[in-house]
């Protein structure tokens, strides 16, 4: 099979920056991947050991998005996200006041009925 038509068994996120050989040799790595669009220091080879070994692949992941990218998009779209969210809550907390206001309610009909209940006249004997 082709070194993409394999099926992957585990991922290393978060894995040393600079890539190692004892890292690749004790976690048994056959290839090491990186997307087309990456960022970071462009100076120095972090992946050198893997591209030595010749398990180093480039892919296009068909996205050309980057963190810094979708950091912005956050940054600008926090307004909306906080407003929201402020929305929600706001319904929240409409709706817990309603919900309390029929149990308040609800209590003092059930109480109003036991008075009535008790408030018969006894019978002497």
Same mark, same amino acid.
């Given at each position: ?8 068994? @585990? ?7 600079? !890539?190692?050989?004892?890292? +690749?040799?004790?976690?048994? $790595? ?24 010749? /398990?180093?692949? =480039? /892919?296009?992941?068909?996205?050309? +998005?980057?963190?810094?990218? +979708?950091?912005?998009? $956050? @940054?600008?779209?926090? #307004? !909306? ?6 929305? #929600?809550? @706001?319904? =929240? +907390?409409?709706? @817990?006041?309603?919900? *309390? ?20 006249? *006894?019978?002497?004997?």
């Amino acid at each position: 099979k082709q070194w993409y038509q394999r099926r992957v068994a @585990i991922t290393a996120g978060g894995a040393p920056y600079p !890539l190692t050989e004892e890292v +690749l040799d004790h976690f048994k $790595i056959d290839v090491v991947v990186q997307g087309m669009v990456h960022e970071g220091d462009h100076d120095s080879d972090h992946y050198a050991v893997a591209r030595q070994r010749g /398990i180093f692949k =480039e /892919i296009d992941s068909g996205n050309c +998005l980057k963190t810094e990218d +979708l950091v912005m998009r $956050i @940054i600008r779209n926090r #307004k !909306l996200f906080m407003d929201r969210n402020r929305q #929600k809550q @706001i319904k =929240e +907390l409409n709706n @817990i006041n309603r919900m *309390a206001e029929k149990e308040k309610e609800e209590k003092e009909e059930h109480d109003d009925g036991e008075r009535a209940g008790s408030s018969g006249s *006894a019978v002497s004997s």
